[in-house]
């Protein structure tokens, strides 16, 4: 693990992907990240995938490297540490309500320089999923084959839940932003990031939302074809699907070599009068033409004899993999430097664990570390941070508003 | 605008989106951006959609509130002036090669503590984009309707350039977090953050990959319901889809009471001995009846009293728009603080501009502003960050290392 956030602590109290992703990342650059959660887990401590023994899948990877306190968040005195806590660390990562007990307003009161950072629904308070934005964001509607008819189509959902990826990573940065502004000024800040906001905002930022008003329709559905540019998936002759893409003139005369068809190319470009080496509009407004004539190549090629010529001419492109190829492939995990070995996992179960997604070059990255068991770290934070005696927090166990390690329930 | 990040000087050498994603986000908190092109413009710069006179709506979105400067980035002396523009500045973004001119070793030789955040394709050099590394990682061939085919079914691409995205919101807490770090012990840092590895690295993070080992094989195809909880898209007596999501007790209960199915959901409860009130697992494991009586409810209700009912449960679930539909609904666009007045934007097309994703409650947002013309502060920027001469760079300019504003190009 970098060392890049280290002295920096944070409190999480978080549930499901974004808020938790948001922790992640900072713990895995260094930062002590401290989720709290109530004592018999938050809403997503059982997210699927379970093991057989109920161990969540989805919550040891989203929670790698962060400490746990669990403590009885239904009970006002478990809510006062919460707030203690953030209170004391300076630092908050949350999506809990705007108005719960954990408001800005409500930890800022004993700490008035606290910089908190706040994943929301919509902006006017909506509820919202990443499921639910992503329905209002377009997307869904213009997903699927090109083939399918415009009026009847049904939506497709993508499966990433990529509102919350984006919306983690941007939180993440935002409460470092609003760090390095308390650092200049003194000032705290709460930071509101709601969820809605990310993805009508990413429709905006990548220029699709001014293409809807600009053109005053919808864009058509284009299947796996790539908008504005040349790419598609295609099927090799021992069939294999793979998917390749020409954005600039090397990759596109990168893409006509390995395929073996400047001649087929240079045909369309004499019957239709343009030229594709150096424009994605051209490439694009004739996709039709150029696809069936790669596809026409493709088909006659097996995937590792086209994969070898693909590669010797510097081409874009990717063998499609099922997720489970994917998990088994040595090229992506076994052989990649982003994956470590498996750490001591709350489930029992042993596979190669991430890293940070930026990597140093020549800087030993470290071993990536496990997820705590829930509660874990109850007794070790309300010490060191509150600087509650072994006595209060035994006391504070009896009464049920503190939970240890979860390592042997049932 | 925010002023977060205000004292903050940020190059960005970059094309595509998720480079330009990390620079947009700091400017739209305040940083100062300065993007350096090629004097043609980047590879990004005819990016679709195009207006009548060929501006790039998809780039003046992506690089709203930077500043342009345009160089001869084909000849030595435009990219050493790059590379003098990175030095004094002392924090790089680009998507440059490692081992190209701009690669960390050669600026940092004379900016020793430079903090540069690279975006790669793979770890290991290999070319990719989102839309390759998009077919690496699983989710394409999981993606689609349930009654697919499992064995013959085509992929699916996500539409949304995921990765990018991601990868850009990433990369800009990356760049804040090596800046935290060099604040803390004086040292640069080169920080590299591979495309592929995001993917990778995110299908490990949600749980997805830990899954498939566990398993030992792929997820069925799921269509549009939500793995291990219930949520699904529905058609409403006057055929508009919803999509609705209930992964807590709370969801749940207020979904059942806005269809009216508590009877129904009884009987199934009754029928399989098993309660649904608080498992996500039984949810799941009976979707098929729980979401035939759903529909079969849904069907009999035109959608806007079946929307006035989910809203007074307090459930989660929206419509699905186009997109086209999405930009000018008033609720997500027109009345959302997101979004500011138009600004001069290069394309001379006015609409609404997106805000930073974080907002600062009880702090005025200011106005969005627009993305440069290329060009445009090439003589500011190297009058005030290189000290250079009017003259010298008007001699620049005749000599074609230097361009301005592209404003009134052809």
């Known amino acids: ?133 992503n329905a209002a964001s377009g997307y869904p509607l213009m997903t699927g084959p090109a083939e399918w008819d415009p009026v009847s189509a049904p939506p497709v959902n993508q499966l990433l839940p990529a509102w919350d990826f984006i919306t983690g990573a941007y939180c993440a940065f935002a409460l470092l932003a609003g760090l390095r502004h308390r650092d200049a000024t003194g000032q705290g800040k709460e930071l509101r990031v709601p969820l809605g906001d990310v993805a009508i905002g990413t429709v905006a930022n990548s220029g699709a939302m001014a293409e809807m008003l600009y053109r005053g329709s919808d864009r058509e559905r284009l299947g796996n074809a790539i908008w504005g540019a040349f790419g598609r998936d295609f099927v090799s002759g021992d069939g294999q699907r793979f998917m390749v893409a020409a954005l600039t003139a090397k990759q596109w005369s990168a893409l006509v070599g390995a395929f073996g068809v400047a001649d087929e190319v240079a045909a369309v470009e004499r019957r239709t009068g343009v030229s594709f080496a150096t424009s994605d509009h051209h490439r694009f407004t004739h996709r039709e033409a150029l696809f069936a004539l790669f596809q026409s190549a493709a088909g006659g090629i097996d995937y590792a004899d086209l994969a070898a010529r693909l590669t010797r001419a510097g081409a874009t492109f990717e063998r499609y993999r099922t997720m489970h190829e994917a998990a088994n492939d040595p090229e992506l995990v076994a052989n990649n430097p982003l994956f470590g070995p498996s750490p001591a996992n709350p489930s029992g179960f042993a596979y190669p664990a991430a890293r940070s997604f930026a990597n140093v070059p020549d800087e030993p990255a470290g071993d990536p570390r496990a997820a705590p068991y829930l509660g874990e770290h109850s007794e070790e934070v309300l010490s060191q941070r509150l600087g509650l005696s072994s006595g209060a927090i035994a006391a504070l166990i009896d009464k049920g508003v503190v939970a240890t390690s979860d390592k042997d329930k049932p």
Chains 1, 2 share one sequence.
């Not at 499901?16 to 887990?41: M, N, W």
């Not at 401590?45 to 989203?62: K, Q």
């Not at 009970?75 to 540490?81: A, F, N, Q, T, V």
Request: net charge negative; proline share 2%.
């Open 1 to 133: 693990m970098y060392d890049l956030l280290s002295g920096l602590s944070i409190i999480e109290a978080s549930s499901f992907v974004a808020s938790p992703t948001a922790g992640l990342y900072c713990a895995q650059l260094g930062a002590e990240v401290i989720r709290v959660d109530h004592k018999a887990g938050g809403l997503d401590y059982d997210r699927y995938m379970l093991t057989a023994e109920g161990r969540s899948l989805s919550w040891e990877n989203l929670n790698r490297a962060k400490k746990s306190v669990a403590l009885d968040l239904q009970s006002d005195e478990g809510r006062e540490l919460l707030v203690e806590l953030a209170r004391a660390t300076g630092q908050l990562i949350t999506n809990l309500p705007v108005n719960s007990f954990l408001s800005h307003a409500a930890v800022a009161a004993g700490r008035p320089d606290l910089v908190s950072v706040r994943i929301m629904g919509w902006h006017d308070g909506r509820q919202a999923m990443d499921f639910t934005v």
